[in-house]
Structure formats: C-alpha cells, structure tokens
Nanobody, 118 residues
C-alpha cells in the first residue's frame, strides 16, 4: 500500500483546511485509514479513524472540528479541519491498517505540515 498525504499549509486561526490521503494498494485489504498528527517535540497521536464499513472515531481534542470521510471510488480519504487552532499545528500523517494472507500490516504515508498562526 502506498499512501500519499497532501493539503497541508499555513492558515490563520479559525480557518479551514482539507487534507487528502490517496491510497494505492495491491493484493492487500485495507481495513481502516487513520490520520495521526505529531506536534513539535511530541509523540504521534491518532486524531481520526475511518473503518472499512464507514465507522468513524475521533480524538476528544478534535471532535466537532475535524471530519474524516472517504471517496471509495477514488481511494482517497479526506480530513476536513474547521476552526483551526494554533495547537493544531503539526505534521499530519495518514496510516492504513491492512491485512494480507492472515497477517496484519500497517502502512504510513509521508507527512504533510499544517501550521496555524494565531
């Protein structure tokens, strides 16, 4: 599975941004796509999750402001981010939970930087 994250940039507090994660896969089953973020000097944290069946979950810190969705036909997962805050500044990564021949696999895309100025 190859994951390509895009859409990051510099915005002001209160503005919106949409990140995209395009996935290409061969012979594996993608069970879920996740968005993580890593703030400077901190660990990488899960912010949003969408499972194959469409079920979504969010970190408490982003509930109501971030929305994960997918376009299955295009194999793209989006992260719509509204009312951005300076504390949302981070490198955002998409991640795929996959399986192949009974084995669980995890794939990471490269990050995309989101900077929110106050």
């Amino acid at each position: 599975v190859q994951l390509q994250a895009s859409g990051g940039g510099l915005v002001q507090a209160g503005e919106s941004l949409t990140l995209s994660c395009s996935a290409s896969r061969k012979m594996v089953t993608i069970n879920a796509i996740n968005w993580y973020r890593q703030r400077p000097g901190e660990q990488r944290d899960l912010v949003a999750h969408i499972a194959n069946g469409g079920r979504t979950n969010y970190a408490d810190s982003v509930k109501g402001r971030l929305t994960i969705s997918r376009d299955s036909a295009k194999n793209i997962v989006y992260l719509q981010m509204n009312n951005l805050k300076p504390e949302d500044t981070a490198v955002y990564y998409c991640n795929a939970d996959a399986s192949w021949m009974g084995s669980d696999l995890v794939f990471w895309g490269q990050g995309t930087l989101v900077t929110v100025s106050s």
